[in-house]
């Protein structure tokens, strides 16, 4: 099942983004290797800076994707004012189908 984690930037939180990004990009490339990431990036301002992240998991339940949500070096850095998990059904242009 895929998962959906709409997350939102804290204000004023860019660099924590920043210096967060090297283990962030890292966590992503292990869950990609092990087959769970669908895709991920972020959400951009006006200004064309990064306001928060979208990202596509598998997971057996919604308590498993909520722990890979908890384990983003972003999340665990606090960069996050919410994170929202929400089953999602990937129906067009999934390269699984």
């Given at each position: 099942m895929?998962f ?5 930037d ?16 890292a ?11 669908g ?24 308590e498993?994707?909520?722990r ?9 850095a606090?960069?996050f004012?919410?994170?929202e ?6 129906v ?5 189908a």
């Amino acid at each position: 099942m895929h998962f959906a984690f709409l997350c939102k930037d804290k204000p004023g939180s860019l660099q924590v983004r920043l210096d967060t990004r090297p283990e962030h990009l890292a966590y992503l490339n292990a869950l990609n290797a092990d087959g769970k990431l669908g895709f991920a990036g972020p959400f951009l301002g006006d200004d064309g800076k990064p306001t928060g992240s979208l990202v596509v998991v598998k997971a057996e339940t919604i308590e498993d994707a909520r722990r890979i949500a908890a384990d983003d070096p972003y999340a665990k850095a606090g960069l996050f004012a919410d994170v929202e998990v929400k089953a999602w059904n990937w129906v067009f242009n999934n390269p699984e189908a």
